[in-house]
């Protein structure tokens, strides 16, 4: 239980949060959206060869659990847009230090799985 009667739903913080953004697609979005508020289709051509239907999941994800904000403005055709909240916001100098490990090692884990 937390100070303020919170009680958690997950045994164990660390894996509860780690499960939700260590999906296939989620740092990906996260990071793309550190540049600044996308539309869909935005978000869908930066990140590549995402489908839409796991670009739209993986969304709704982070919009759920507080990193992502979704913003429809009411025009024909509606406009949808998103954007990281100060939640996904604090989230970027730990996923920009991951980066750079991973960027540093790739060529090594890279070697280590070709042996």
């Known amino acids: 239980m937390h100070d303020d009667g919170f009680v958690f739903q997950q045994p164990c913080p660390i894996r ?12 990906l979005i996260l990071q793309t959206l550190s540049h600044g508020t996308l539309r869909f ?10 489908s839409k239907q796991m670009l ?15 913003t429809v403005y009411a025009q024909v ?5 998103y954007a990281l909240t100060d939640l996904g916001r604090s989230f970027l ?3 920009g230090i991951l980066t ?6 790739h060529r090594t884990i890279v070697e280590a799985r070709n042996r």
């Open 41 to 50: 289709n935005e978000l869908m051509r930066a990140l590549g060869d995402v």
């Open 16 to 27: 509860d949060v780690l499960d939700r953004i260590g999906d296939q697609w989620s740092l």
């Open 93 to 95: 100098e730990p996923l």
């Open 56 to 70: 739209s999941k993986t969304l709704k994800r982070l919009e759920q659990d507080g990193f992502v904000q979704r």
């Open 77 to 81: 055709p509606p406009r949808v847009e």
């Open 100 to 105: 750079e490990w991973a960027e540093r090692n």
